[in-house]
């Protein structure tokens, strides 16, 4: 069992940063892979990023490829997701989430809120 907390959210421009942390309980958070995921209002919950165990691998959506990075610090169980250059319709709600494998995620948080003003 894992229970993830997410932390981070809040308000920015556009252009702006922000990083959020998901804080992971339990053990074997080193052995899980771990990702982020965003749901706008009124749409669909989607796909962001996502990073292997290690840390060795990550893969992110194009939506914010080269503008969003995730890394993760197994001695802290902590996963991050660093956002540059903002934009208005990355405006949502973040959620972290934990699975076995790349494809299936099987713990999620809370999610935090992000919102970014034009």
């Known amino acids: 069992q894992v229970q993830l907390v997410e932390s981070g959210g809040g308000l920015v421009q556009a252009g702006g940063s922000l990083r959020l942390s998901c804080a992971a309980s339990g053990r074997t958070f080193s052995t899980y892979y771990m990702g982020w995921f965003r749901q706008a209002p009124g749409k669909e919950r989607e796909f962001v990023a996502r990073i292997n165990w290690s840390g060795g691998s990550t893969y992110s959506a194009d939506s914010v490829e080269g503008r969003f990075t995730i890394s993760r610090d197994n001695a802290k169980n902590t996963v991050y997701l660093q956002m540059n250059s903002l934009k208005p319709e990355d405006t949502a709600v973040y959620y972290c989430?934990?699975?076995?494998?790349?494809?299936?995620?099987?713990?999620w948080g809370k999610g935090t809120l992000v919102t970014v003003s034009s």
């Open positions: 989430a934990a699975g076995s494998s790349s494809i299936s995620m099987a713990y």
